[in-house]
């Protein structure tokens, strides 16, 4: 895999590019595999991120699925469960990780790369960004979890009327939803990301590890559960490294080091 696509850099931002400018942006599967192995390095300790930026290498950030490739297959339902198995898997491995996720999300983000926005804890997107499902367009349904998520973005009658009816979402429509995190210049989106991206991975990693943790279960929690998860998290966090030196710094009117107390 191109050491460029997939990546840590200096600043510690896990990047996994999803699509290139071959097959019209669509969702590259080597690409999908190469992002899986990854983060399955990251789970194992193998190798060492503070936070995943996802983008497209093309003018798009991903305009999903390859339906070229769809067409061509011999067997196109088994063809369709292998694509969608091995995207589900590298969606997975990127929530076993716990790292903070954000998206670039430059031009048409179409089905499984719409999907793939509604993982990032912050997407980024620019003044011409679009989405939609698309999955209606071509006699499918949703996969890389839009049926899961979309609905607790959205809420569930209107993630029912964007799906059913293959909603094109404008870069505001989508603020507006809660899907994108902020809009900037076309020209800016992919640095913007980034620069969060590397200011996630400079700051507090256990704290945003928790945070994830946290909200993602609140789902499927009770209040009270939620409750006792809290202070159980911040219990933990208040005697680790990142943790002292956040509340020390504050009392010292400094700024924290996390990235020393790290060491």
């Known amino acids: 895999m191109a050491s460029d696509l997939i990546r840590v850099d200096d600043d510690g931002v896990l990047n996994l590019t999803i699509s290139t400018g071959d097959a019209g942006t669509a969702l590259d599967h080597a690409l999908v595999l190469g992002s899986r192995e990854a983060l399955r390095a990251v789970t194992r300790g193998k190798l060492e991120a503070g936070a995943v930026l996802l983008r497209g290498a093309g003018k798009n950030f991903c305009a999903g699925g390859n339906v070229a490739a769809f067409a061509a297959a011999d067997d196109r339902s088994d063809y369709l469960r292998g694509l969608a198995d091995d995207l589900h898997s590298t969606i997975e491995f990127l929530y076993e990780t ?15 790369g719409m ?3 509604l993982h990032a804890d912050i997407a980024i997107g620019g003044r011409a960004t679009k989405m939609r499902p698309a999955y209606p367009g071509i006699g499918l349904s949703p996969d890389g979890g839009m049926s899961w998520l979309l609905p607790r973005v959205v809420g569930a009658a209107r993630a029912r009327h964007i799906i059913m009816t293959d909603q094109i979402l404008d870069a505001d429509r989508a603020l507006d939803l809660g899907i994108l995190s902020e809009i900037v210049d076309d020209a800016s989106v992919e640095q913007t990301a980034h620069d969060v991206a590397a200011g996630l991975a400079s700051g507090p990693r ?7 943790r946290l909200l993602h279960h609140s789902a499927t929690s009770t209040l009270g559960d939620q409750l006792t998860a809290e202070s159980a998290s911040i219990a933990a966090l208040g005697s680790t490294p990142e943790g002292v030196e956040g509340v020390d710094a504050f009392v010292a009117k400094r700024a924290p080091d996390y990235a020393a107390a790290r060491r």
Not at 98 to 112: F, H, R, Y
Not at 206 to 212: L, T
């Open 98 to 112: 716990e790292l903070p996720v954000v998206a670039a999300v430059k031009g048409w983000a179409a089905g499984a």
């Open 115 to 117: 999907s793939l926005v």
């Open 206 to 212: 256990g704290s945003y590890r928790a945070i994830r």
